[in-house]
């Protein structure tokens, strides 16, 4: 185990554990049942154990933390720090054209409804900080799978604040959920959102998360972690679009959990910007008749690192997954994905299929990609695919000679790259949105 | 128009064109036919500006300025138009969009307004007519899924709507039948003024019945060898290519002894 001591972020940890701790479970603003506070104690004795990540452990190797973690970091606060996030910020997240429902978190607390915010029938939602005292949600926040690994085990430990939603069974939401996730601070500060969505039996979710931060001085490192659990027949479309600021340090942990015949559909898209963004997106298929279609569109550059990993997990038979994730990699950037599919044993007739396509701009840019498959069942059919490549000389000659310059060439075929996965929005207005996105961030001059 | 003075190119070290000669005024086509090898198809790339060619001698001038010099779209904005052997497909990109924004980059280069939408449609829907282009095609990502005399007259209707003054058609007849021949032939046929002009690079004579050409060159091993009017491309699909072979070989022959 390396030598944490030496990392101030590890201390500050240590100390606001010991801090949690000290408040009564009962009683007080906080109040915790027992169980939950037995479940941060084991979570923050695993992450004892486990220290960060280093490159020497293997889902780390390609991506090295190790000069972030030098910093010092405060922990944010249990209370809601009632920072006003700049609204030109709040302009920019928001989607041109599209009927939702609007809610704003700030370093991971939301202020909770207003008056006139009108959101739907059958939908409830509380902070987090209201449902974990609550005994009939309480457990959604024990789920000891989270100390397996190092940064949802701090989290699990650590955790104050964030959004919970529960759809009612057979409800069907008429408008989608927008939430907008703003980052701001003044000093270095670590902040570990957690959310729970929950939706029952046939019912439908479409959600769609921004995240932004201020891109101020001061260093903001996000631990976030979601869980899903969708019912039998439960149906969601989650989409995720990065655009953080050079502030923020992201590992954004999404687990969900599905049950029979439901459908679950994953739409990620990462923005340059932050220094580091790792996704971890697990997606745990506990029952028959399931399917699930994730897709990733990662662009980085200057010396980002942008790293997804995913995991299908295909846990019973008759479950179909489809993954595709495309990355462009700019000037100096690293881009780094690893694609588990793991089949058990029981899981026959599974039908599963990843593929990773990434287009390297520049000389100095890297991508590892590395599809893992490890099947146990015998009657499946799954597959993987993994391309990295540069622009099609005979695609920017032709462009060009018909006069279009050379860098506009360039950003009509990272347009036409991106496609595959923004053509899989089906809502004209988000896909128009993403659409901008990518252009906006293509540099003018490529390294 | 154009004038090609004595230009030499070479690919990867090895020399292709050595020494052409050529003079296009506007209102002329000029048919340029060879054997396979003859370095047609580089003589096209060399103009449009391709740079995997280096150009090692000699000089070409478009409208009095200096070709070479410059980038491949801005050839292409001061008004010359390649149309490929073998159009790329793009998914992705579509033909609207790239059109559109082609258009607007050769328009601005040339000091003329944008086109706004409607004139746009418009437009196209003119030029569509002319090489009787499906509008479902123009809807689509670039030649994507388009039969390759799609892919054709995709381009003669680039050609239409961008409005080139010198237009250099690389094989254009290749892999057509004869429908399709007659319909790009009539577009181009159409699209023919007293100031712009056409380099129709081709193999067969088949297609200069359809576009007749005020001037024939051949080319062999990399230079003209013998230029005409349309009846050598006839003297041509008589006799084939050898003959010429045989008589440039011969004069090589001779200069080498000093006759």
Request: hydrophobic share 40%; charged share 25%; aromatic share 8%.
């Amino acid at each position: 185990m390396v030598q944490e001591s030496t990392m101030p972020l590890y201390e500050e940890v240590v100390n606001g554990f010991n801090k949690i701790l000290s408040v009564p479970a009962s009683g007080g603003q906080e109040r915790e049942s027992n169980t939950l506070r037995r479940a941060r104690q084991s979570a923050f004795e695993k992450f004892r154990e486990l220290g960060f990540p280093s490159i020497k452990n293997e889902d780390w190797k390609y991506t090295n933390i190790a000069r972030f973690l030098k910093d010092e970091y405060d922990l944010a606060g249990t209370t809601p720090d009632g920072t006003v996030p700049d609204p030109e910020l709040l302009k920019n997240a928001a989607i041109e054209g599209l009927d939702c429902y609007k809610i704003l978190l700030v370093n991971g607390s939301w202020q909770g409804r207003k008056a006139g915010d009108g959101f739907p029938e059958g939908v409830q939602l509380l902070t987090v900080a209201e449902a974990k005292q609550d005994p009939v949600f309480s457990s959604y926040f024990e789920n000891t799978e989270f100390e397996k690994h190092h940064f949802t085990a701090l989290n699990a430990a650590l955790f104050s604040d964030g959004l919970f939603i529960r759809v009612d069974a057979g409800a069907t939401p008429d408008k989608p959920i927008h939430i907008v996730h703003v980052f701001t601070a003044d000093r270095n500060l670590l902040v570990q959102p957690r959310h729970v969505i929950v939706v029952n039996k046939n019912a439908e979710l479409s959600i769609i998360e921004s995240i932004v931060s201020t891109g101020k001085e001061a260093k903001i490192w996000v631990n976030s972690l979601m869980e899903v659990i969708l019912q039998p027949d439960a149906k969601m479309d989650h989409v995720i679009i990065q655009t953080p600021g050079k502030d923020i340090r992201m590992v954004q942990h999404t687990t969900i959990r599905q049950k029979k015949q439901s459908l679950y559909n994953n739409y990620t898209f990462t923005f340059p910007g932050a220094d580091l963004v790792r996704n971890e997106l697990h997606v745990r298929m506990e029952e028959e008749h399931s399917e699930s279609h994730l897709y990733g569109l990662y662009l980085a550059g200057g010396q980002q690192l942008v790293d997804n990993h995913t995991l299908v997990d295909h846990q019973k038979p008759s479950c179909n997954s489809n993954e595709l994730y495309k990355g462009v990699l700019l000037e100096q950037s690293t881009g780094v994905f690893n694609g588990k599919i793991f089949v058990h044993k029981d899981a026959q007739k599974t039908n599963a299929f990843q593929q990773n396509n990434n287009l390297v701009i520049s000389k100095k840019a890297t991508i590892d990609s590395k599809p893992q498959l490890e099947i146990y069942a015998d009657d499946v059919k799954c597959s993987h695919g993994s391309t990295v490549g540069q622009f099609s000389e005979e695609a920017l000659f032709y462009l060009r000679s018909r006069g279009v310059g050379e860098e506009r060439a360039k950003g009509l075929l990272i347009n036409a790259f991106a496609f595959d996965v923004t053509e899989k929005l089906r809502v004209p207005s988000l896909r128009a949105h993403v659409n901008h996105l990518i252009t906006d961030h293509i540099p003018e001059t490529n390294a | 128009m154009l004038i090609i003075k004595n230009l030499h190119a070479e690919i990867e070290g090895k020399p292709i064109l050595k020494g052409i000669n050529l003079t296009v005024n506007p209102g002329e086509v000029h048919a340029i036919m060879g054997p396979n090898g003859s370095g047609k198809s580089s003589l096209a790339s060399v103009l449009a500006g391709r740079e995997n060619y280096e150009v090692t001698q000699g000089e070409v001038y478009f409208k009095g300025a200096n070709l070479l010099d410059m980038s491949p779209e801005v050839r292409a904005r001061e008004g010359v138009f390649l149309a490929f052997q073998y159009p790329i497909e793009i998914p992705g990109v579509s033909n609207i969009n790239f059109l559109k924004t082609a258009m607007a980059e050769i328009r601005t280069h040339r000091k003329l307004p944008a086109l706004d939408a409607k004139e746009f449609l418009r437009l196209s829907k003119e030029k569509q007519k002319l090489v009787e282009f499906d509008a479902a095609l123009v809807n689509r990502s670039l030649n994507e899924g388009f039969s390759g005399g799609e892919k054709k007259r995709n381009e003669i209707f680039q050609l239409a709507m961008l409005e080139p003054t010198l237009s250099i058609l690389d094989e254009t007849d290749s892999g057509l039948d004869i429908d399709a021949l007659r319909i790009v032939s009539k577009g181009v046929n159409k699209l023919r003024s007293e100031i712009n002009a056409f380099i129709i690079i081709t193999h067969y004579q088949r297609l200069l019945e359809y576009i007749v050409p005020d001037f024939v060159h051949v080319l062999y091993d990399g230079r003209i060898v013998r230029s005409g009017s349309k009846e050598l491309a006839l003297e041509l699909e008589e006799k084939g290519y050898d003959w010429l072979k045989d008589e440039v070989r011969e004069k090589e022959a001779r200069e080498k002894v000093g006759i």
